[in-house]
């Protein structure tokens, strides 16, 4: 079964510095897609970013990048230059593959809480 | 142009109660999702809908549990017989074509007392 684990309940940063909230997954499929979405406590989840199991590239996107190393199934997200604004709930998911008859849904993590501290 | 709208953003039931639950997806969006957070913890997936078709409701907890999408656009959760166990958020997600990016609307924050 595909499985998400975010072994960090809570992370602190300084304000400026630069973060990494850990994800593993466990998936016996060849393709598949990994994302991060941030839920900050007006409860709504925005999209971060996203990497396909085939992609050669760590995706970034401005100042989110994701250090995924397929071989050890990891999927961690790097938020550099940490703003007071990026406190939040930060969640992985994984999408199964896209073959014939998938739903694509998501299967989340249970969420890193940050603290950006001034 | 305007993201995944939910209505209401709260709602208060008494157990017993039948609640209803809207989405509104982003518009051209032809896939379309339900989860249900509860407290602490990530979504989960309840149902899935390509255009008007259900294709996968393995997610939905009890035949209390019943989701529509009629003319492929707007969808509702309707909860029968509310129970406490039933208090969560239920998050509607959208994306333009299946596999494809899913964004997400505010939520609803269900409540059964």
């Known amino acids: 079964a595909q499985k998400i684990t975010q072994t960090q309940p809570g992370m602190f940063v300084q304000e400026k510095e630069a973060v990494t909230l850990d994800c593993t997954y466990d998936?016996?499929?060849?393709?598949?897609?990994l994302f991060w979405y941030k839920q900050p406590s007006s409860g709504e989840m925005i999209f971060l970013i996203y990497?396909?199991?085939?992609?050669?590239q760590n995706a970034t996107e401005g100042r989110y990048s994701l250090n995924f190393q397929k071989a050890r199934k990891s999927a961690n997200l790097v938020i550099s230059a940490s703003q007071l604004g990026d406190s939040a709930m930060y969640f992985c998911?994984?999408?199964?593959?896209?073959?014939?008859?998938?739903?694509?849904?998501?299967?989340f993590g249970t969420g890193t809480l940050l603290a950006v501290q001034p | 142009g305007a993201g995944v709208s939910q209505s209401p953003r709260y709602k208060v039931a008494k157990r017993g109660q039948d609640v209803a639950l809207r989405c509104d997806p982003i518009?051209?969006?032809?896939?379309l999702f339900w989860y249900q957070q509860a407290l602490g913890q990530g979504p989960e997936f309840l149902t899935y809908?390509?255009?008007?078709?259900?294709?996968?409701k393995s997610g939905l907890p009890s035949d209390r549990f019943f989701a529509e999408r009629p003319e492929g656009s707007v969808s509702t959760l309707k909860i029968q017989r509310t129970q406490q166990e039933d208090s969560a958020v239920y998050l509607c997600?959208?994306?333009?074509?299946?596999?494809?990016?899913?964004?997400f609307g505010p939520g609803t924050r269900l409540l059964v007392l």
């Open positions: 997600a959208s994306s333009w074509d299946r596999g494809e990016t899913q964004y």
């Open positions: 998936t016996s499929d060849q393709s598949y897609g």
């Open positions: 990497q396909g199991s085939y992609d050669e």
């Open positions: 998911a994984m999408r199964e593959g896209n073959y014939g008859g998938a739903t694509n849904k998501l299967i």
């Open positions: 518009s051209g969006h032809v896939s």
């Open positions: 809908f390509q255009n008007e078709a259900q294709l996968d």
